[in-house]
């Protein structure tokens, strides 16, 4: 076997791996797909209408870099990816092959080393699934982003319109209370002065003087 092919099987096998389910832990894939898919939920369960109007700046910055955070991975596993595509490539695309000398030692292989070719063969070809897939889950992060994003914003929007009305309400009862108290205050203010008793006040000033209970004129 030669040391290309056993690189080869290496990677392959790694491929594998990446793409398998244990009964502990989920595919990598399967884990984004789930976290989207999450992030969603958690966007429309934040935006219920029995959920406080009041936006909760802390919440919607969860919301928004958990998904900022899962395209940064998908990318990051995109790059990869496309790394080792460009290596099984290289392995299966030997020039040494074309190597007139070389031909007659591939034609020597065995029947498991063909085999055992197959297989990284195979692998070239989950790797371009598997980059399928990230850019589909990256494309449905993309839209369930834009999709929370106006959301959230259509709750702010929902929120400022509760607080704009909450703020006439109030200016209203402000004024009605303000003319409420430029009607009744003139009116209190002679109400108390009609009640003065003047007629006795008047008597006692014009009393006769040495009269002690009188007011001096």
């Known amino acids: 076997m030669s040391i290309d092919l056993q690189m080869g099987l290496i990677i392959a096998e790694m491929i594998d791996d990446f793409g ?6 989920p595919a ?3 884990m984004f797909e789930s976290a989207v898919v999450a992030a969603l939920s958690e966007t429309e369960k934040y935006v219920k209408p029995q959920v406080k109007i009041k936006p909760d700046i802390k919440k ?3 919301i928004i870099h958990s998904v900022a955070d899962i395209r940064t991975e998908l990318d990051m596993i995109q790059k990869i990816l496309e790394g080792q595509q460009l290596v099984v490539k290289e392995l299966l695309d030997d020039p040494k092959r074309d190597d007139k000398i070389e031909q007659e030692i591939w034609k020597e292989t065995t029947d ?8 990284v063969e195979k692998a070239l070809i989950r790797l371009l699934q598997y980059q399928k897939r990230v850019k589909k889950i990256d494309k449905d992060a993309a839209r369930i982003a834009q999709t929370m994003e106006s959301t959230l914003n259509l709750k702010r929007t929902y929120a400022s319109i509760e607080e704009s009305q909450n703020s ?3 200016g209203t009862v402000a004024l009605a209370f303000g003319v409420i108290t430029i009607i009744f205050t003139p009116l209190s203010f002679l109400a108390s002065l009609y009640a003065l008793p003047t007629v006795q006040l008047y008597q006692q000033q014009t009393a006769k003087v040495g009269d002690k209970s009188a007011y001096p004129s």
Do not use: H
């Open 28 to 30: 990598p894939l399967d």
């Open 168 to 170: 006439t309400l109030i």
């Open 60 to 62: 919607e910055r969860q």
């Open 112 to 119: 498991t080393d063909q085999e055992n070719w197959k297989k």
């Open 20 to 25: 398998r389910r244990s009964t502990k832990d």
